[in-house]
């Protein structure tokens, strides 16, 4: 199977190039440039960079909350809280990077 970017020769078994990296799947219904793969990509990668966004967000807040802010006296559901916030925070970011990458 030759590569349609570089046109490097790849094992017939292959999901991508070893060159170039480029997928060498075009078998999809539509091809990979098509617009539903386009938006089915767009969405994926909005979904998951929302998740790694929220995770960070929770792991911020969480560290600002104990570490930086620790002479400062807060109770256990002030700092839950905080975390809850800064997950949503970090969710509404990764989401808004993951659609604007396309």
Do not use: P
């Amino acid at each position: 199977m030759f590569c349609n970017k570089c046109n490097s020769e790849n094992l017939e078994t292959s999901l991508n190039c070893a060159k170039c990296g480029a997928s060498l799947v075009t078998s999809v219904v539509g091809g990979s440039g098509s617009k539903a793969y386009q938006e089915a990509v767009r969405k994926l990668d909005a979904h998951w960079f929302g998740r790694i966004g929220g995770f960070v967000g929770a792991a911020l807040a969480a560290f600002f909350l104990k570490v930086v802010f620790a002479d400062m006296y807060f109770d256990k559901q002030q700092i839950y809280l905080g975390i809850v916030l800064g997950a949503f925070a970090g969710l509404i970011v990764g989401r808004f990077i993951g659609l604007r990458r396309h």
